[in-house]
C-alpha cells in the first residue's frame, strides 16, 4: 500500500490520445502537438500555476494510445518540454471493438441522444474492458506514491475504480467531457454495463461534469444502479467520500483576446470584409450528427424564405472540419450537407451572390480567429454538446466588443452564455428569427451582451477551470480528514472514562434501532436486552438519558416509559421530559401534507412486495427490509427517493430520508440534531455522549459541541469523532465506562 509522502506530487493524465502525434522519419522520432480542449487545459498546468498543485520539477506524465507500434518508438525519449508520453498499445481487433464499437457507437449517440444510432454488441463491451485494462497496466508501471492521477472521459469510464483497488492510497479525478445523458436513455445500458461504468467512475475522489443538470442526471444513475445517495453532492462509499460537481471547461482567454490585433489575423478579417457581403454569418464544426449541421442549413434556409430584405446582403461561411469520413454513416450525412448546401444556394443565389460559403476542411488558428473577428454572427447550433468551445473562442476574440452569438441551448455552454441568443436547433423558425434579430441589433445591445460574456469567460479561464478541479480536490482531502474512521482503541475508551469519572453533570444521548437494539427484519420486533435495559436504567439514575429515535411515541413510551429518560420520538419532532406526564410536539411542526405523499408510498408497497408504509404522527415512513427480494426492493426504494424528491414542492418544506431499509418522509424544521442541541444547552453539562448508527445521527453528531464524544456505529463515513465496530460492543462500551462511577 503507498504511504503518503511530504514532496509535492506528480500528475498523471490518462487519456484516450497522447497530447501529441509521434512522426518517425528517418528514424528519428518528432512531435507535433495536438491543439484540443484537453491538451490546452492541461497545458495551463505547466509553469506557474503547476506550482501551486504539482511538482514543478517533473513533467506531467501521460498515458495514452498510439497508432505507432511498439518497434517504432522502441529506445526513443518519448518527451517534450512539458510531457512525458507513456504509449499504450492496443491490438487492432481491440482497437475496432473498443473505440469505434463501444465508444464511438454506443457512447457517444447514447449520451448525444441518439439511442436509434447505438449499437449494442457484447463484444463491444468485451473490448472496452480490456482495453481499460491496457490502460490500467501502462498506469501501473509509472505510478509513485502521492501522484495525482487524473483520468480523462468517456473512453476510460472502468479506470478509477482500478486505479482505486490497486492503489487506495493515491488521489484519483475523471472528467467526463460530453454530456452525461438522462437516467431513462441510461438505463438503456444492460444492467451489468452499467453498473460497472457507474461503479468505475466512482472509483475517484472528484468526478467533473460540464453542466449541474450533467451532474444531477448521474447522481441519480448512481443512485439507482449502485446504491448511492449524496448530501450536497457528496457521496459517501463508506470508507470514503467523493465529490461530484460542474466545472465548465473554457478556452485561453488572452490568448484568442491578443489574437484580434495580430497582423496575419488583421490580414484574415480584413480580407474576408472584403470579398463577403454586408452581414457575415460563420460557423465551423467537424463533421457529426450531434454538431445540428444539417438542421442549421435548413434554418438558414428558413431565414432566407422568410427575410427576402437580406438577399444579396449576406454571406454564411460555413467550415466543416473532417471527421470519421470512411465510415458510411459519416460519408452520407456529408452527401446531404453537400446537397442542402447545393440547393439553398441554386434556389436563392444568383450569379453575384452566392449565400453559403461552403468549406469541408481544416483552419488555422489565424484563419479560424480572423473569421471569429470578420463575422458579424457566430452560428452554434448542436442538437446535444457536452460543453462546445466554439462559441467561447468566438466570444474571448471580439476584443472589438461587436457581434453576436446564436447559441443552441442543448450545448452546456448556454448555462454560462445567457446574453447570447439563445435557440431550439431543432425549430427551424426559431433560428430563423435568431439570424433576423442578430443582423438588426443595435451596436450598443451587441456591446452590452458581448462585454458581459467576455468578462465571464476571462474570469473562468482553463486556467481557472484547472485551478478549481485540483482546489476541490485538496478540499475533499480535508473533509476526508473530518470525516475519517477512528475506532475507539483501549486508550481511547480509557479517555472517554476518565473524562466520564471526571464529569459532574452529564447528557447522554442514544439512538434505538442499530444502537440499543440490533437490527432485525421485522421492525416491530426490535427488542432492548434486559442487559441493556438495566445499564441504561443504572446511568440514568444518575445522568441525563436521552432516547433519540425515529420511532413513534407509543413504541418508545413502551420500552423506556418506566424509566426516568428523556424521549424523543419521531426524529425529534415529539418530546417527553423524564419528569412530564404528556408529550410535547415541536413548536415547528405543520400538519396537512401526509395525504398528498402517502398515495405515493402506498403505490411504491403494492409494487414491492413485503415493503410496508408507516403512518406516524408526525412522518411516512415506506419499509422494506422484509421485501421478499432485497435487490428489487432497493432498486425501487432508489426510484422512491427520486420520485419524491422531484415531487415535493419547497413551500412544504419536507425532508425525505434515505435510513437503514427505510424512506421516510418529515418536515425540514426539526431532527435529530436540533432536538439534541437543544436539550444540550438547557444546563451547563460538563461531559456530553452520543451513540448512534444511522443517517439520521449524522445531524445530531454535527449539532453537538465540539466537546462532545460522538460514537458511529459501523465502518461508515461520519461526522462522529469515533467509531465501534457493531451493536454488540455497545453495552461492554457503556458497561466499563461506567463501572467505576459509584451510584
Known amino acids: 500500500m503507498n504511504k503518503k509522502i511530504e514532496n509535492p506530487p506528480r500528475l498523471i493524465i490518462v487519456a484516450y490520445r497522447l497530447p501529441f502525434k509521434i512522426i518517425h522519419e528517418n528514424d528519428n522520432v518528432t512531435f507535433q502537438q495536438s491543439s484540443g480542449g484537453l491538451v490546452s487545459a492541461v497545458l495551463s498546468l505547466v509553469g506557474q500555476q503547476k506550482e501551486s498543485f504539482f511538482n514543478p520539477e517533473e513533467k506531467i506524465q501521460w498515458v495514452g494510445f498510439t497508432e505507432n507500434t511498439k518497434e517504432e518508438l522502441e529506445g526513443q525519449s518519448l518527451a517534450n518540454e512539458s510531457f512525458q508520453a507513456h504509449p499504450v498499445f492496443l491490438p487492432d481487433d481491440i482497437r475496432e471493438n473498443y473505440y469505434e464499437g463501444f465508444c464511438n457507437n454506443l457512447i457517444w449517440p447514447l449520451c448525444h441522444y441518439f439511442p436509434s444510432l447505438a449499437r449494442f454488441d457484447d463484444a463491444y463491451f468485451g473490448a472496452y474492458q480490456t482495453a481499460n485494462e491496457l490502460f490500467f497496466d501502462k498506469l501501473a508501471e509509472i505510478i509513485q506514491p502521492g501522484d495525482v492521477v487524473w483520468v480523462q472521459d468517456y473512453q476510460l469510464m472502468l479506470l478509477p475504480e482500478m486505479i482505486r483497488k490497486k492503489f487506495p492510497e493515491n488521489k484519483i479525478g475523471f472528467f467526463f467531457h460530453i454530456p452525461f445523458p438522462s437516467y431513462e436513455l441510461f438505463r438503456l445500458l444492460p444492467v451489468k454495463w452499467r453498473k460497472a461504468i457507474i461503479d468505475g467512475m466512482l472509483g475517484a475522489d472528484v468526478i467533473g461534469f460540464h453542466t449541474n443538470d450533467y451532474v444531477e442526471y448521474f447522481l441519480k444513475a448512481a443512485k439507482l444502479v449502485s446504491g448511492y445517495g449524496n448530501k450536497l453532492h457528496y457521496i459517501n462509499m463508506g470508507n470514503r467520500i467523493l465529490k461530484v460537481d460542474s466545472f465548465p471547461i473554457s478556452i485561453d482567454f488572452n490568448k484568442f483576446n491578443s489574437a484580434y490585433d495580430d497582423p496575419e489575423v488583421s490580414f484574415a478579417r480584413g480580407s474576408a470584409r472584403e470579398s463577403l457581403m454586408e452581414k457575415i454569418i460563420f460557423s465551423v464544426d467537424r463533421l457529426d450528427y450531434s454538431k445540428g449541421i444539417r438542421h442549421r442549413l435548413q434554418g438558414f434556409n428558413r431565414f432566407l424564405e422568410q427575410y427576402p430584405e437580406w438577399h444579396g446582403r449576406v454571406s454564411f461561411v460555413m467550415v466543416v472540419v473532417p471527421s470519421r469520413d470512411t465510415i458510411e454513416q459519416y460519408q452520407n450525412m456529408k452527401m446531404e450537407i453537400d446537397q442542402t448546401v447545393g440547393r439553398i444556394n441554386s434556389d436563392y443565389g444568383n450569379i453575384n451572390w452566392q449565400p453559403i460559403i461552403y468549406q469541408y476542411r481544416s483552419m488555422s488558428y489565424t484563419e479560424l480567429v480572423g473569421m471569429y473577428s470578420a463575422s458579424d454572427v457566430a452560428l452554434v447550433t448542436p442538437l446535444r454538446d457536452g460543453m462546445n468551445l ?326 461508515d463515513l461520519s461526522a462522529a469523532r469515533n467509531h465501534i465496530k457493531n451493536q454488540d460492543e455497545v453495552f461492554h462500551f457503556l458497561n466499563f465506562m461506567t463501572s467505576s462511577v459509584v451510584e
Open 390 to 715: 466554439v462559441c467561447k473562442e468566438y466570444v474571448a476574440s471580439r476584443k472589438d466588443e461587436m457581434g453576436v452569438l446564436i447559441l443552441s441551448e442543448m450545448a452546456g455552454a448556454s448555462a454560462e452564455l445567457g446574453e447570447a441568443l439563445i435557440i431550439n436547433p431543432l425549430d427551424n423558425q426559431d433560428i430563423a428569427d435568431a439570424i433576423d434579430m442578430a443582423f438588426k441589433m443595435s451596436p450598443e445591445n451587441q456591446t452590452k451582451r458581448m462585454i458581459a460574456m467576455r468578462q465571464r469567460i476571462k474570469d473562468y479561464d482553463v486556467f481557472a477551470w484547472t485551478k478549481d478541479f485540483f482546489t476541490q480536490m485538496n478540499m475533499l482531502e480535508q473533509e476526508q480528514e473530518r470525516l475519517r474512521q477512528v475506532f475507539l482503541t483501549n486508550k481511547g475508551i480509557d479517555d472517554i472514562r476518565t473524562a466520564y469519572e471526571r464529569s459532574s453533570n452529564r447528557i447522554l444521548f442514544f439512538d434505538y434501532d442499530g444502537t440499543l437494539a440490533p437490527i432485525v427484519p421485522d421492525p416491530s420486533k426490535a427488542i432492548i436486552s434486559e442487559d441493556i435495559k438495566n445499564l441504561i436504567l443504572g446511568i440514568a439514575k444518575r445522568d441525563t438519558v436521552v432516547i433519540i429515535s425515529g420511532r413513534d411515541r407509543k413504541f418508545l413510551e413502551d420500552r423506556f416509559g418506566d424509566l426516568p429518560v428523556h424521549i424523543i420520538a419521531e426524529h425529534g419532532a415529539m418530546t417527553k421530559s423524564v419528569d412530564a406526564s404528556e408529550w410535547t410536539m415541536n413548536d415547528d411542526y405543520e400538519e396537512d401534507w401526509k395525504e398528498s405523499i402517502k398515495p405515493i408510498l402506498d403505490l411504491y408497497a403494492i409494487r414491492c412486495p413485503g415493503a410496508f408504509v408507516e403512518t406516524k404522527e408526525t412522518s411516512l415512513a415506506w419499509h422494506y427490509r422484509v421485501a421478499d427480494d432485497a435487490d428489487y426492493a432497493d432498486r425501487r426504494s432508489r426510484e422512491l427517493i427520486w420520485q419524491l424528491k422531484n415531487f415535493i414542492q419547497p413551500e412544504l418544506k419536507l425532508q425525505v430520508i434515505d435510513g437503514s431499509k427505510v424512506v421516510e418522509v418529515k418536515k425540514t424544521a426539526f431532527n435529530k440534531g436540533t432536538a439534541a442541541k437543544s436539550l444540550a444547552a438547557q444546563r451547563n453539562y460538563d461531559f456530553i455522549l452520543a451513540i448512534g448508527d444511522d443517517t439520521t445521527d449524522e445531524d445530531m453528531f454535527e449539532a453537538l459541541p465540539d466537546t462532545a464524544f460522538t460514537i458511529k456505529i459501523g465502518e
